[in-house]
């Protein structure tokens, strides 16, 4: 059977885990008559049990939802997603360094215009 729909992509990840209709509803605090009419394409979950899905099976949701045939995504290098996690992920250089120190002893108009030109670079 092609696994083309939502429903079929999941039936076939359920059964692939040994899992009943009820025992996967029950991981995720569902109704059986949810997972069924999920695996009829009667209904989709909501976006955040999408995500809940995919991450138990360690599938992507565009595979889930059938816009790949790829179980996972291509591995990528994570971006650090705060400012904090980013410092510590960079290797800075001593020019770098020089230069962001320096940064702090600037009056504060001089600091708004450095922001405001690395804003401009950035567009």
Not at 17 to 28: G, P, S, V
Not at 40 to 49: G, S, W, Y
Not at 81 to 108: C, H, K, M, Q, R
């Amino acid at each position: 059977m092609e696994n083309n729909t939502f429903g079929t992509r999941l039936k076939t990840l359920r059964q692939e885990k040994n899992l009943t209709q009820e025992k996967f509803a029950n991981i995720f605090y569902l109704n059986k008559s949810s997972i069924s009419k999920y695996e009829k394409d009667k209904n989709l979950p909501e976006n955040q049990l999408l995500i809940k899905i995919a991450d138990f099976f360690d599938v992507s949701v565009d595979y889930l939802l059938c816009r790949t045939s790829q179980k996972k995504l291509l591995p990528s290098t994570p971006q650090p997603t705060t400012g904090e996690e980013f410092l510590n992920s960079y290797v800075f250089t001593d020019e770098e360094i020089t230069a962001f120190a320096a940064y702090f002893s600037f009056p504060d108009e001089l600091k708004r215009e450095v922001l405001d030109y690395i804003r401009f670079k950035q567009q």
